[in-house]
C-alpha cells in the first residue's frame, strides 16, 4: 500500500524500551520535540519480565511493567508524544530522512535515534511460554540471582550459552547444559571454562522435550537424540540461550551491522555510519544487553542528536 499522509518530525525515536525512553526524556528536556512510535511491544522487553531487581534507584526491586511505566511517564512529563505504531520501511539516502510507520503513515525526520531493541529466540514448546517469568527465562544476568543454591538447566551451545552456564554455576547449585549436538559453538576457551567447571555438566545429543510445572518449573523433559533415551531432571530454572535476533531488518540496507544485525556505532558514540541517524540499547549491543545499558545508550543517542541538529543550526 502506497503511503498516504506526511508529517515532518525534529526527533524521531523508534522504540519504546529503556533506551528509547531515556533518549526520550533527554531529547525532551532539550526542548527537541520527540515523537516515539512504540511499535509491537510498547515498553519493550522487560514487560515480559516480573522483578527487576538490578536497575538502580529501586532498592526494593520493581517489576518489570511497572518499571516501564514510569520511565513513560518520565518521558511525557516533558513533552514527549508517544505514539502507537511500528516503523515499517526507511529512506536513509532521502534528505530530510524518510520513515513509513504501519505502511501507510510517512514521515520526514531531522534525526532519527533508532531503539528498537532485540528479541530472544525461543525453542517454540508451548510449555515455554506458559511458564515463561515462573522459572522460564532468557537472560541468566537478570534472572540468575533468583535461583541462588537451586538446580538449574540451560539450553544453547554457542559462547553466550557457555558464559551463561558458567554465571549461573557461580550461583547455583547444579547446571545441566543441554547441547544439541555431540559438540559445542563456543570459543574453545569458553568450552573449557565450562568443561573444566564441577557444577556443570553438559549433556551432548540432547534436546528439550517439555518443561514441567503447573505454576512454575519443576522439571526439564529431555531426549537424548542418539541413545533414544529421556529422563527428567529435577530443576526450578530453565534459561535458554540460543541467541537473540537484534530487531535491524529494515535499517540495514542503510546501516552497517554485523553478521547478526547488531547495528554499529561509531565506538564511544551512538553514531551511525548515516548522518542523523543514532542507535542504542540492545538493537546496537552484541554484549552487555541489560536495561541499565540501554538507558545509558539512549542517554548518549539523545545527546548525540542534540548536537547533531545544533551544528546543522536547528
Ligand atoms: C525475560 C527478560 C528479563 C530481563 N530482565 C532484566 C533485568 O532484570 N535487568 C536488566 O537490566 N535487563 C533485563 N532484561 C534485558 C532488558 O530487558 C533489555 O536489555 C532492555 O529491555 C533493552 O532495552 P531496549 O530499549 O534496547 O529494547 P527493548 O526493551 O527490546 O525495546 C525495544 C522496543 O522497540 C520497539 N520496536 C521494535 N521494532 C520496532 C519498529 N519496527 N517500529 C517501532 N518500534 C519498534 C518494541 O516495540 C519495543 O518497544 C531482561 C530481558 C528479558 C527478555
Known amino acids: 500500500m502506497a503511503p498516504t499522509t506526511s508529517e515532518h518530525i525534529h526527533c524521531l525515536i523508534i522504540g519504546s524500551g529503556p533506551a528509547g525512553y ?3 526524556i533527554y531529547a525532551a528536556r532539550a526542548g527537541l520535540n520527540p515523537v516515539m512510535y512504540q511499535g509491537l511491544q510498547p515498553g519493550g522487553q522487560l514487560t515480559i519480565t516480573n522483578d527487576v531487581e538490578n536497575f538502580p534507584g529501586y532498592p526494593d526491586g520493581v517489576m518489570g511493567p511497572e518499571m516501564m511505566e514510569d520511565l513513560k511517564k518520565q518521558a511525557e512529563r516533558f513533552g514527549t508524544d508517544i505514539r502507537y505504531g511500528i ?3 526507511v529512506d536513509f539516502e532521502a534528505h530530510p530522512r524518510r520513515i513509513t510507520i504501519d505502511e501507510k503513515l510517512e514521515l520526514t525526520a531531522d534525526t532519527v535515534i533508532i531503539a528498537t531493541g532485540a528479541s530472544a529466540k525461543w525453542l517454540g514448546l508451548p510449555s515455554e511460554q506458559r511458564l515463561n517469568g515462573s522459572g522460564v527465562s532468557a537472560c541468566a544476568v537478570c534472572d540468575g540471582f533468583f535461583y541462588r543454591g537451586k538446580d538449574v538447566a540451560i539450553v544453547g551451545a554457542g559462547d553466550t550459552a ?3 552456564a558458567t554465571y549461573l554455576a557461580n550461583l547455583c547449585s547444579k547446571v545441566y547444559m543441554i547441547v544439541r549436538k555431540g559438540e559445542m559453538k563456543a570459543s574453545k576457551i569458553m568450552q573449557k571454562r565450562v568443561l573444566d567447571n564441577p557444577k556443570i555438566e553438559v549433556l551432548w545429543n540432547t534436546i528439550t522435550d517439555e518443561i514441567l510445572g503447573e505454576h512454575a518449573v519443576e522439571a526439564v523433559r529431555v531426549k537424548n537424540v542418539v541413545e533414544g533415551t529421556t529422563r527428567d ?3 526450578e530454572g530453565f534459561f535458554v540461550a540460543i541467541g537473540h535476533e537484534p530487531n535491524s531488518k529494515i535499517f540495514q540496507p542503510y546501516l552497517h551491522h554485523d553478521e547478526q544485525g547488531y547495528l554499529k556505532t561509531i565506538p564511544g558514540t551512538s553514531k551511525t555510519n548515516v548522518d542523523g541517524v543514532f542507535a542504542c540499547g540492545d538493537v546496537q549491543d552484541y554484549t552487555y544487553r541489560q536495561a541499565v545499558t540501554a538507558a545509558g545508550t539512549g542517554c548518549m543517542a539523545a545527546l548525540d542528536a542534540e ?3 545544533a551544528a546543522l543550526g536547528d
Request: no cysteine.
Open 162 to 164: 557457555a558464559e551463561e
Open 22 to 24: 531515556t533518549a526520550a
Open 87 to 89: 516503523a515499517t520501511a
Open 307 to 309: 548536537r547533531y541538529l
Open 233 to 235: 531432571l529435577a530443576v
